[in-house]
């Protein structure tokens, strides 16, 4: 069974701390909000399902926490702020949030002690959901694999990155359980290695075979005819099907497109954000230069180098073959899919 990269029990979030892997396997215990808040910022906790996941039980331990909550929206509005500014792109965080919000109001003549169980509850059930998703993903997704298929993927899109299964890489797992998937290859993930350090460690828990990859290999071995599929997540699909997922994806994407390379983003309705018209609108958050600057601890560049660090793009929708939602494939034009998506 794939990791369980988040748990919340006894008061208490387990986290597996991803900025850790591959060397070790450390689980940290978070109690209180900020120290979470600071995980997710940090990107201990990372991918935006797991965002999520990691948003609601924050809430719950930021309202518990408060012992004397005479005013609970007031202090849900502080948990929400500290929350939201944490990683701005992954609409799954504000997705949660809102949810959470709405079982505060639906809660709130509770007193304290059934107001905490209740947010509890909802917390467990948006987890279990986003999980259930994620495995519904995956057996829709599976066909999109040839027969003896190779998977080009980038990021990390495992349990990791979604609370508990996945998204791209769930369709590779389902497929692999199938018998129908050959290999993945695996970008490296510039700078902060995703691909490399997590995406490589799932799929060697697994057994299934894969080779790693730099991101610029990917163009060579698409012209070599090496492989058939790209599958990437997402952080933020806009109303008109424009995907903002980790740097790099773009690139991938028009590779893709000039290689007749099929080119799939798969991620939960969660990840949806029907408020935002296209690309242009998605918040792209800008990460520290030291990220590029060092690779886990060791300077590559001059020191004072200047540096960007944009830690997402976005591929246009005239570039995506279909979006794999838990509710369908959704193919252009993307609007219209979408808007059915969400009425359902």
């Known amino acids: 069974m794939p990791i369980e990269p988040i748990v919340f029990r006894d008061g208490v979030v387990e986290l597996i701390d991803q900025r850790r892997l591959p060397d070790e396997e450390v689980t940290l215990r978070i109690a209180d909000v900020v120290e979470l808040a600071d995980a997710i910022r940090s990107m201990a906790i990372r991918g935006a399902p797991s965002i999520g ?63 905490v169980e209740a947010l509890t509850a909802e917390a467990h059930r948006l987890h279990d959901d986003e999980v259930a998703a994620n495995r519904r993903i995956g057996q829709l997704g599976v066909r999109l694999v ?58 060697a828990q697994e057994g299934i075979p ?21 599958l990437v997540g997402a952080d933020r699909i806009a109303r008109n099907g424009d995907v903002a997922n980790k740097i790099g994806t773009y690139s991938l994407a028009v590779l893709a497109h000039h290689h007749r390379i099929p080119f799939y983003t798969a991620a939960p309705v ?32 001059p020191p004072d180098a200047p540096v960007r660090n944009p830690a997402f793009d976005v591929t246009p929708h005239a570039l995506v073959s279909g979006i794999v939602t838990e509710r369908g494939i959704l193919t252009s034009p993307y609007e219209e899919a979408i808007d059915r998506v969400l009425a359902r």
């Not at 309202?63 to 004397?68: L, V, Y």
């Not at 791209?168 to 490399?196: C, H, M, N, S, Y």
């Not at 969660?270 to 300077?299: F, K, L, W």
């Open 53 to 115: 996941v990691a948003a609601a039980y924050g809430v719950v331990l930021g309202m518990s926490n408060a012992t004397e909550v005479s005013e609970p929206m007031t202090r849900f509005r502080e948990v929400r702020e500290l929350l939201a500014a944490t990683r701005p792109t992954a609409v799954n965080l504000f997705w949660a949030l809102d949810r959470m919000q709405v079982a505060l109001e639906r809660n709130a003549d509770a007193d304290h002690a059934d107001l």
């Open 146 to 203: 040839p027969e003896g298929g190779t998977v080009l993927t980038h990021c990390n899109t495992g349990a990791l990155a979604t609370g508990g299964y996945g998204t791209a890489l769930g369709i590779v797992r389902a497929a692999w359980e199938r018998e129908t998937l050959a290999k993945v290859f695996v970008d490296e993930t510039r700078p902060r290695l995703q691909g490399a350090r997590l995406t490589a460690w799932e799929l």
């Open 210 to 230: 894969h080779e790693v990859i730099v991101d610029g290999a990917a163009a060579s071995l698409m012209a070599a005819g090496e492989i058939d599929l790209v």
């Open 270 to 301: 969660s990840t949806i954000d029907p408020d935002c018209p296209n690309g242009g609108a998605i918040p792209i958050e800008e990460r520290p230069a030291d990220e590029v600057r060092s690779v886990r601890g060791v300077r590559v560049t």
